[in-house]
């Protein structure tokens, strides 16, 4: 739906157009949202030039590269497609800055590790630092759009940053521009979205703002999917949305639990819940708890903020999202341990996915790593397997989570790019991750090459357990009471 320049901004119902039209845009941060996000601009909006810059060499190297830095389906192509033409990568952010009449700041805003909040709240460093070098740099009129997810009033924080030290001739304008984009499925997701949502002041500039930003996304988006909010409820939006997907996730793992003490089978109960309208039937794939970048983090950003409003019912019943997803991955590694005759001490255990969703290489927050742990915990050796996660990656997360002694990890774990191989002489499968191909192996011959007796815990409920069933497997499902294999003669 490519839009003529010169008319009003389709379903901008404020102010008449404005002069000059964004014609370059910057953002800064190359990672998994200012990537995909702004690839897709560019695909869109080919009278644009899109520059991505960020601090990281390598990042860049790999954007400019054959091998893209992240591996997100659909991408490459658009990459490959725009870059050169309207898509440039650099490290040069100076010159990104003063180009762009619109700049996306994109950064990382992990949760803090250290200090006042430290666990809970989100960091605010690399936000801040991209704002003051905008702030340095930039000349003229500029509008800043927050895209990272940051906590309710950070666009304010930076609008004072960038007014801090700036002279007659600079002007900014700073919006609040959520990312609503899933990883695995971003492409599909930015191309078409469920709603875009922009905030931002409403004073006369702030709603120009927010309307030359609009015409961007209504290149391709219907001009009904973009909402005008203040910069506070787009934030808070954000934040909300991830808490109510967590929050979903987290309740059906809840029920899961009440389903393998009782007998219910949770794939029926998450089927006969999810056909009510009012509930839907997204998210409410029980597993082995949720991992990822967003999920925790936004969580416990709002359980921060609550706690600072003085909000402590409302803090505790966001916390709690968290606590159950952490219950989740032990509950899951401890019926590990439990169903190997309670020892899993030198006992080969095959991982069969380590990042957090299929589809993705990103092992940030991926509930494998605690698996891991706990069974490392018990002095299990670890065969990993995964599709796309990177060794290094995978080694370095579970060192993470063993700070007290990183050497066990080069002692227990080690990371196999063949799943035949990795199940070989492993007492136990346990499947991590929701990836396609593990539906389609041969378990025939994996149950073959395993230790007897032979166990396959199934952590995403993406198996065919009556074939295992059949073959010989002892099998563990999340929310499910399974029955025994059939050559199984134990009286119990
Ligand atoms: C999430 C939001 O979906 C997205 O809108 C936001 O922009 C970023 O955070 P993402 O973390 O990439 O996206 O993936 P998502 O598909 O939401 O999954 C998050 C985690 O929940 C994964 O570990 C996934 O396996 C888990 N999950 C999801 C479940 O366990 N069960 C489900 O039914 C759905
Ligand atoms: P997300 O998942 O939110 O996209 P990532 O960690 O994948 O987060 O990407 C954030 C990127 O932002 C990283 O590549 C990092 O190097 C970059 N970055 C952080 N701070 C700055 C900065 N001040 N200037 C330029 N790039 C930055």
């Not at 996304?217 to 949305?241: M, Q």
């Amino acid at each position: 739906m490519q839009k003529d320049q010169t008319s009003n901004a389709p379903g901008s119902n404020h102010i008449q157009p404005f002069t000059p039209r964004i014609n370059c845009i910057c953002c800064i941060g190359a990672g998994y949202v200012g990537g995909p996000t702004c690839a897709v601009i560019a695909l869109k909006c080919p009278e644009i030039q899109v520059l991505i810059v960020d601090k990281n060499q390598d990042r860049i190297n790999a954007w400019n590269g054959e091998t893209l830095p992240i591996y997100e389906p659909g991408l490459d192509e658009i990459v490959k497609h725009c870059r050169g033409r309207n898509l440039f990568f650099s490290t040069d952010i100076d010159a990104g800055i003063r180009d762009a009449q619109l700049i996306f700041i994109s950064v990382n805003t992990p949760t803090k590790t250290y200090g006042i909040g430290k666990g809970r709240a989100t960091d605010l460093q690399f936000v801040e630092a991209a704002a003051r070098h905008i702030g340095q740099i930039a000349t003229g009129k500029k509008i800043i759009v927050e895209k990272s997810t940051v906590p309710v009033k950070a666009a304010e924080s930076i609008a004072k940053i960038l007014y801090s030290n700036i002279d007659d001739n600079v002007s900014f304008e700073v919006l609040s521009n959520p990312e609503f984009l899933a990883e695995g499925t971003a492409i599909n997701d930015l191309l078409q979205p469920d709603r875009v949502l922009i905030g931002g002041s409403q004073t006369d500039p702030g709603i120009e703002a927010i309307n030359q930003l609009a015409w961007v996304y209504e290149h391709w988006v219907p001009p009904s999917k973009v909402l005008r909010t203040n910069v506070w409820s787009s934030e808070l939006s954000k934040l909300a949305s991830n808490a109510f997907l967590a929050q979903k996730v987290s309740s059906i793992n809840a029920v899961s639990a009440i389903c393998e003490a009782t007998g219910a089978d949770i794939s029926d109960v998450a089927h006969s819940i999810g056909l009510d309208k009012r509930i839907g039937s997204k998210y409410l794939q029980a597993s082995i708890g949720f991992g990822g970048s967003c999920f925790q983090k936004d969580v416990l950003s709002l359980t921060y903020i609550c706690e600072a409003l003085n909000l402590t019912e409302v803090a505790d019943y966001w916390h709690q999202v968290v606590v159950m997803n952490n219950y989740q991955k032990k509950r899951f590694a401890r019926k590990i341990i439990q169903c190997l005759f309670h020892t899993v001490s030198n006992k080969r255990i095959a991982i069969f996915g380590f990042t957090f969703k299929k589809d993705t290489a990103d092992t940030r927050e991926s509930s494998s790593i605690y698996v891991g742990k706990y069974l490392m915990d018990e002095e299990a050796r670890l065969v990993v397997y995964d599709p796309k996660a990177d060794k290094g990656q995978i080694i370095s997360d579970l060192r993470e989570v063993s700070s007290q002694d990183p050497q066990r990890v080069d002692r227990l774990v080690s990371v196999i790019n063949d799943p035949y191989d990795a199940a070989k002489d492993a007492h136990a499968i346990v499947i991590c991750t929701e990836w396609d191909e593990f539906k389609a192996l041969d378990y025939e011959k994996i149950y073959n090459s395993m230790y007897k007796p032979a166990y396959i815990f199934d952590g995403r409920i993406i198996l065919d357990h009556a074939a295992l069933l059949r073959i010989g497997f002892h099998v563990e499902v999340v929310g499910k009471v399974m029955k025994k294999p059939v050559n199984d003669l134990t009286p119990f």
